[in-house]
């Protein structure tokens, strides 16, 4: 099928299929059982957990995934940042993206703030030029201080955070990426992320956030997307999509 893209458009995920082999871990009898009957059957299990999906984004829009645990979402978020490729479907995105999905990956931990600068950076698409111009302004909005010649291994999860958050700002993407991970930030630091969160949105740049945070998301973002069961139930205003999640918890509870 080919999918006409409109050219305002940032994100595309066209009929996603993920799925993750499980492992049961078998007893040695079961596992000789199965040797002797020459393999037959499967000792391990797929899981599928997008089955599917479909998604258009438009440039300047503001996507929150909602859903309850285990839904799909952080695995969608990582299928759009390229970290996972789906079994089936594509996903195509225009113009930098820059994703905060675990706290910390693509940092080395035997390495210093400083040094880590320069290596998510680089990952992150900026030159050493332009990393060098941004350096004060990078460890300046952290607040991480004289800390940012310490290994990272020493930092807590909110100081991962802080410098995680200030590069990926800093590089001045046009498609921001952010699963849950703000929880972990204090409550002033929060709020100055959340106050950056909506200077981009304000400038234009395209917004997906993943959060359990009904209320946070309701204020930043302007479209909702519900997942069940790594399918999408729900696409619309983000206020009737936020309704209609509490509606099917307080059903469930
Ligand atoms: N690497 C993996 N291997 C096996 N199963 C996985 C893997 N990653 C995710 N899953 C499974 O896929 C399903 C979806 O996980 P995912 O993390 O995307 O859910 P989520 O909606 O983000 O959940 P939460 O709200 O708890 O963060 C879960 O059942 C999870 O166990």
Redesign the pocket.
Known sequence: MTVTVRPDTAIVVDDIVKE?V?RHTRSLKEALVWLLRGRKGDITKR?R?LDDVSLHVAQGETVALL?????????LLKLISGVLQPDSGSVRTRGRVAGLIEVGAGFHHDLSGRDNVYLNGAILGMSRAEIDERFDSIVEFSEIGEFIDTEVKFYSSGMYLRLAFSIAVHTDPEIFLID?ILAVGDEPFQRKCIAKIKELSARGKTLFV?S?DLDLVSTICERGVL?ERGVIQLDGPVRDVVAELRLRSADDA
């Open positions: 993750f499980l899981f957990a859903g309850l645990n285990g839904s799909g979402k952080s695995t849950e993943v359990h997942l």
